[in-house]
């Protein structure tokens, strides 16, 4: 079956206590985004990837790193987390000619 | 102002009803205008992608786009109660990876 699966599902921690997030995909798609979705903001991307070893900003990188060592994975890590970053976090992924599928979220708390 | 706009709502209907969802754009660039579903708990599921300007229909869902007035919708006919959900309207210019998304608006179809 054709997803994008992310982990942990749910996850609380304290103020800078490094964390990452996993995202994989089984599609082979190219393309790889992190967003984070606020009451009233919408879907915001935090980062993208075009290909293995191609990452770049999106609209809100602050706080954020990500990497693309295989074609499948796009960890997020936040290095070190603040309240701010509590959120609903989706990674999502797809080919150029394709639609954009989406994880099922990572619901991060930070106290 | 923001670069998508769209009527948080929430907006509800009785089972029938058509429904009318609209955004708004300033960003003349965009070529591709996507709407997407989104249940509580889940992540966006495409419902939606046209190119340019015009039509499509899918069943009871009908997309519009009009680029000269930067103004888009999606018209859901003899809506049910399974409709209900919010719905993000998106958009990118001819960068894949960029993906601009409205804030959403939630539905809510009375049996």
């Known amino acids: 079956e054709a997803q994008v699966t992310q982990n942990p599902r749910y996850l609380i921690t304290v103020t800078g206590k490094k964390l990452t997030v996993t995202c994989s995909q089984n599609m082979n798609h190219e393309y790889m985004s992190w967003y984070r979705q606020d009451p009233g903001l919408g879907l915001r991307q935090i980062y993208y990837s075009m290909n293995v070893e191609v990452t770049d900003k999106g609209d809100v990188p602050e706080g954020y790193k990500v990497s693309r060592k295989e074609k499948r994975n796009f960890p997020l890590i936040l290095e070190s987390p603040s309240p701010n970053q509590t959120s609903l976090y989706f990674c999502?992924?797809?080919?150029?000619?394709?639609?954009?599928?989406f994880g099922p979220g990572t619901r991060l708390t930070v106290t | 102002q923001k670069e998508v706009e769209q009527d948080p709502g929430p907006l509800s209907v009785p089972e029938g009803a058509i429904v009318s969802l609209n955004c708004t754009y300033s960003n003349s660039a965009f070529q591709y205008f996507m709407w997407y579903r989104q249940y509580s708990r889940k992540g966006p599921e495409l419902l939606m992608y046209?190119?340019?300007?015009g039509n499509k229909e899918d069943g009871r869902f009908t997309a519009q786009v009009d680029k000269s007035s930067k103004y888009i919708s999606l018209f859901i006919r003899d809506s049910q109660p399974s409709d209900s959900a919010t719905y993000l309207c998106?958009?990118?210019?001819?960068?894949?990876?960029?993906?601009?998304f409205g804030s959403g608006t939630r539905l809510s179809i009375r049996p």
């Open positions: 999502a992924s797809k080919s150029r000619s394709s639609e954009q599928y």
């Open positions: 046209t190119y340019s300007s």
């Open positions: 998106a958009m990118s210019g001819s960068s894949a990876s960029k993906i601009i």
